[in-house]
């Protein structure tokens, strides 16, 4: 109990100096932008969160400031004569032995039972929001994007999520002007690239644990306007036109407005009433001045915000005494990656043409789907696919098996099928598989030899390959050449099956994509230039050939915003200003894609047939 009295006592006082310094900062430095503002005051609010821990495990040192203060005398013990006999004192009522109960502190008890209250409401209060926030996100339904969703709940667009965040949007976003589309995307975007959602947790939180200190209350409004503002900074670089968007922000104010009142749900709107004329004045007076910001404030707040939480944990300020009190310190307390996994590549070998194709030992067919978000998982011997057309099944069967360069079945163009009924691209007829092969069987010869003769025994299929003249694009050399580097011994590994990567470490000729918010990144260690342009046949959906006549293995990044020319990756409903994959290709890597005619390669169906269920 009595650590818990000096957790609360430490939080009282000590991050008040922090604020008075921030304060200071930002008007001596004339810091008017908004989104150095929030940075500061976020640093302000990580320093209320761990200062109260720092001050109780921290060794103290008191400052002597104030008056002096003397010692209360002590009286020195009675010394006897030693020819002076004591005279016994009279028994005590007490015998000496028994030891004295201590006192119940119930002025501490008082404060902790307060305290705890408070904490269980604030806390049961959030609650109510998060719940009510995952049912909005549950019933809503997903745009094209991952990031992106609409909800018939919400009234304003707003940002939510950690771990995942997203942007709900609310129903009939789509009949939006595209001004309005644009200004709302590009506000709310920004909030998901700046981890708004995970500041304003980290406000609430403190709000919640710190409820009885005002400081808590004032930055966990504080950081919810900056982050609206340096929001609205960012969107008018999109719109540059401070009037419409204003009206957007009066129009979702109003529908907030209409719509009443409820607990507070742990997003950032995008729009609220009770600060609606204040954000616009601040949206004209963006596009009229550019007020000063802060050049690295991460930076800055780390150098100079670390030092002062310590000075502010380990000082205080005390009076000058006689002789110093001396107290042992006590011994302080000891204290995530790119997210995506690097991508399998590679693909089975064709089997030769005079052996027959291996084929499972037991393979089940059933109609439907059980889990649609589990579509396949595989492990050797044993495959399992579901919800599965019989197109998607034959693309994979014979783009994997008749594959020449080994290894496991690699994302690359994909041959346009042509023929057979319309039921083989139904949604009406996916189909589950679970098959079982023997001797432990590789992944890459079940998804291709072994899976296109269950389709040519239980489907009836049979198809043939056709060569034509067909619209590419030529991968040449730019002006200037290649601007990528040959490839080095150990820069990457080669390919194994159950190979595990660790940080950092690539397989070699083989891709690495990486999907953000508005932007791909595809990374090659030790690719050939084939392997670049099988990759962009892909993500391009149109064969792409090499021209530049470069030979080696080379290390390769390309970053790009995708668009409607890059339909096999999720894109944005509008464009937020980045690099196309053409304009990419050509700055980043020194190569250029020119558009031309050339030989394209083509599955068509002879025939096909339902096949029967087991």
Known sequence: MTW???????????????????WLALRLGRIRHPASQHAVWTAVLIGLLTLPIVSVIAPHWSIPVLPEKQPPAIAAPFAPPVDYEPIAAEAPLVPASMPVAPQ???????????????????????????????????????????WLRESADVSTPFAVGIMLPCVILPKGWRAWDPGKRRAVLAHEFAHLRRRDALILALA?????????????????????????????AEALEKVSDPGQYSRILLEFAAAVNDSGSRVALPGLAMAASSNISRRIDHVFDLCNRAPRRLARPAIVLALIGAPLVCAAATFSIGSRIALPILSAPQAPVPPDAQLTAPTQTGAASAPNALSPKPKF????????????????????????LNCMR??????????????????????????PIEGGPSWIDSAQNEFQITATAANGASTALMNGPMLQSLLEDRFKLK????????????????????????????????????????????????????????????????????????????????????????????????????????????????????????????????????????????????????????
């Open 463 to 614: 198809i043939h390959r056709e060569t034509r003249q067909v619209p590419v694009f030529a991968l040449v050399l730019g002006k200037g050449g290649p601007k990528f580097q040959a490839s080095k011994p150990g820069d990457c590994l080669p390919y194994s099956p159950g190979l595990k990567l660790k940080s950092g470490e690539y397989v070699c000729d083989r891709v690495r994509l990486s999907m953000a918010i508005a932007g791909t990144k595809m990374s090659f260690r030790g690719a050939s230039i084939l392997t670049l342009a099988r990759d962009l046949s892909y993500r391009l959906n149109r064969p792409v050939i090499d021209r530049t006549g470069l030979s080696g293995t080379f290390n390769i990044n390309l970053e790009f915003e995708p668009d409607d020319d890059t339909p096999t990756l999720h894109h944005m409903p509008i464009s937020l200003g980045g690099t196309n994959i053409f304009t990419a290709v050509q700055e980043q890597l020194g190569l250029k894609l020119e558009s031309t005619k050339g030989q394209g390669e083509f599955l068509v169906i002879d025939s096909v047939e339902m096949p029967t269920e087991d």
């Open 104 to 146: 119940f502190p119930f002025r501490s008890f008082l404060i902790v039972c307060c305290y705890v209250a408070g904490l269980l409401m604030m806390l049961a209060y959030r609650s109510i929001g998060w719940v009510l926030l995952r049912r909005i996100v549950s019933r809503s339904t997903q745009s094209r994007a991952p």
């Open 390 to 415: 019989v197109k998607y099944l034959i693309q994979r069967a014979y783009d994997y098996g008749d594959s020449n360069d080994g290894g496991f079945p690699q994302l690359h163009m994909w041959t």
């Open 204 to 232: 609430r939180f403190g709000k919640c644990l710190f409820w009885f200190h005002p400081l808590a209350w004032y930055l966990s409004r504080k950081l919810s306007n900056l982050a609206e503002l340096a929001c609205d």
């Open 4 to 22: 818990l009295v000096d957790f609360l006592a430490a939080s009282l006082v000590r991050p008040l100096s922090l604020a008075a310094v921030a």
């Open 361 to 384: 030992e037991v393979a089940s067919i059933r109609r439907g789907c059980d889990t649609p978000d589990n579509l396949q998982s595989s492990s050797p011997g044993r495959l399992t």
